[in-house]
């Protein structure tokens, strides 16, 4: 039926893209081109609801592409019910990443929000990279690719304490079920884990994720940082344009980081590190000649 995995929730997922979607689109808007505007992997179409009701595109073409049936057939509900104030608003289940998905030099903007993780994950690092390239191939010169998404640190490989607060347990499942990588580590006095700093932060994104524990066990969130994503971008053909950054998600630092762990320099009991970038911002600019 087009899923990438087969263990997801597909309820959980649904509400969490109804949830963020407003503060997502907040995120996004300044930097999406009018005209024909693509939300690639849309979930339940609640970027594209936020797009529709927005006057400031109210003359644009809204596409919506999910590869899930389940996903798929709540964008065609929503729209039968009248939930997208825009009438240019369709929906098509589609496969991602492998091929085109629209003509040459066709779509204005093009959205991507928590996709291309899971396009590494689940299909390999060439099957995001040919997305990234047919993505720039869809796009007229002068638009834009905007993606939001997890980021990992820049310096992933360095090892690092991580004294933990409580969820030991936690970490040992984690260690215990995950399946992109073997992780290393080592316990040092009891609540210190000597690890690199890559997987620490692939647990602590991970570790509340119990409703699709199973599913998240499958998917990387670290395995760029933010400049590999800017020279990805570049390699495909893209001019990263201004806006782009990576960030630490200031509520995930505060609710779910900062509370069980904290990050120190490897053997340093008193020093702490600050928390790497988690999520990242690129505008890519197909460029106009």
Not at 15 to 34: C, I, M, N, S
Not at 168 to 186: C, G, N, T
Not at 263 to 272: I, K, Q, S, V, Y
């Amino acid at each position: 039926e087009g899923e990438l995995t087969e263990t997801r929730d597909y309820n959980t997922y649904a509400r969490a893209f109804d949830t963020g979607a407003a503060r997502k689109w907040t995120q996004l808007r300044e930097v999406v081109k009018p005209g024909r505007i693509v939300d690639v992997g849309c979930g339940v179409g609640s970027l594209l609801h936020e797009a529709a009701n927005d006057p400031a595109f109210a003359e644009s073409d809204l596409y919506g592409i999910e590869a899930a049936r389940p996903l798929y057939d709540e964008c065609v509900h929503r729209r039968g019910q009248g939930a997208f104030e825009n009438p240019n608003t369709f929906f098509f289940q589609r496969t991602i990443g492998q091929g085109a998905l629209f003509p040459p030099a066709s779509v204005d903007t093009t959205l991507t929000v928590a996709l291309c993780h899971e396009l590494y994950s689940y299909l390999g690092e060439a099957t995001l990279r040919g997305f990234m390239a047919a993505t720039r191939e869809h796009t007229v010169p002068g638009g834009v690719w905007v993606d939001l998404d997890v980021c990992g640190p820049e310096d992933g490989d360095r090892v690092v304490w991580m004294e933990l607060h409580d969820q030991r347990d936690s970490w040992e499942r984690f260690v215990a079920d995950w399946i992109p990588e073997k992780v290393e580590y080592e316990l040092r006095e009891e609540r210190y884990v000597e690890t690199k700093l890559r997987w620490a932060m692939e647990w602590l994104s991970k570790k509340d994720y119990t409703d699709n524990w199973e599913s998240e066990m499958h998917e990387a969130f670290c395995f760029w940082g933010y400049s590999d994503w800017e020279r990805a971008a570049r390699e495909a053909g893209f001019e990263v344009a201004p806006g782009s950054h990576g960030f630490a998600n200031p509520w995930l630092v505060e609710h779910r980081f900062a509370p069980v762990a904290t990050l120190r320099p490897a053997g340093e009991r008193d020093a702490a590190l600050p928390w790497p970038d988690t999520h990242l911002r690129l505008v890519a600019r197909r460029p106009a000649a």
